[in-house]
């Protein structure tokens, strides 16, 4: 095996770790996640392969060693590696600890939402569970439709 010779599983998975890394390092804003930035990306390798035993070793060829005639490899080949990006497995969505009708009585209870209430009449109150985020978000509107507050609120047992 030459000094530029490498085993073949061993240079798939250090690229994928490579890619990974980069993925890890681009330097996102702060609450923003890196996993879709890179959707896909491409590596394209001219190599010498050859077997040893059951192993596939692959050695880079550049034009300074083909001008040379310094490649002795059984095949010439073209590695390409496509890394594309997937979205993680959804997290199992949490049953909500609070019913709708309690959380919407919290916010109703809220001195801001009676204030709200003095000066506006009667609200209307719409609450929604996201359960991978264990949130509740209630928007409070008032007889015209529109949207006088919007509340986040995590659901705690």
């Known amino acids: 095996m030459s000094a530029e010779e490498i085993n073949f599983n061993a240079f798939l998975e250090a690229a994928g770790k490579s890619f990974g890394d980069a993925q890890k390092e681009i330097g996102v804003p702060e609450g923003m996640k890196a ?3 890179i959707a896909n990306a491409e590596l394209a390798l001219k190599v010498g392969m050859r077997y040893e035993g059951k192993t ?3 050695e880079p060829v550049s034009a300074a060693s ?3 005639g310094n490649i002795v490899p059984e095949a010439l080949s073209t590695i390409t590696i496509r890394y594309v990006a997937s979205r993680q497995e959804a997290a199992e969505a949490s049953a909500p600890s609070h019913t709708k009708e309690e959380v919407i009585g919290a916010v109703a209870g809220r001195k801001d939402v009676a204030r709200l209430t003095d000066i506006l009449g009667k609200l209307d109150y719409s ?3 996201a359960g ?3 949130l509740w978000t209630v928007k409070v ?3 015209k439709a529109r949207t006088v507050r919007t509340i986040t609120i995590e659901d705690k047992k």
Request: negative net charge; aromatic residues 6%.
């Open 35 to 37: 996993g879709m930035l």
């Open 56 to 58: 596939i070793l692959i």
């Open 66 to 68: 083909s001008t040379q």
């Open 127 to 129: 609450a929604t569970y």
């Open 132 to 134: 991978e985020m264990n």
């Open 141 to 143: 509107t008032d007889g």
